[in-house]
């Protein structure tokens, strides 16, 4: 894992060997007046539905978290939003890839939304996070989990406007604020393919 600082150092892709980093997380790439511009947009929309049900009733299956579609199926009233693209491109602008946003989704956990470990992708792909909540106070907890082998799992705090980004096909799970809130943890999530 590697840790960036960008309001102290360029965003050189070129640099980054995504491959043996396995994940990457950028702090400080946007301004304060664009993170309280997102968190605005996302939490005061209209368009959340449930996400993927299980069938089971089992306590360690995942209880489905609310969603918006953003891309390819437009699903969200703020689909068209500038956001979403000056997002994608402030990170991947000098990729040394090729990047192709395969999806766009809003997620969005309440205290008792339950998700499980997860892949978004078998192949080379891609999977980048951006942390809505401007107002996250430490104590709400809400990290996502990376499992970067089958012994060691590093988490990743919902810092505001953080960017976090992995190799889409290592399991990872959201977990939601605790009980000390009743906000919404809500996190845009870009699966993004690669040419190598």
Known sequence: MIELDASNEYLDWSKIDLDKEKVVVIDNLFPHWFITYVHR???????????????TRDPDAEIPAFSQKIFPEPLSPISNDSLFPMIYYAVT???IWNPKIREILINGQQHYHNTVYHQDCKDNGM??????????IEDWGGETYIKLTKKDTIKVSPKPGRICLFLGRLDHKGESFNFKTNTLRSTIAYKIGRDD
């Open 41 to 55: 947009q996302v939490m005061d929309s209209s368009g959340w539905r449930f996400g993927h049900y299980t069938a």
């Open 93 to 95: 602008d000098t990729m």
């Open 127 to 136: 999977t980048m996070l951006y942390y809505v909540n401007a107002d996250t």
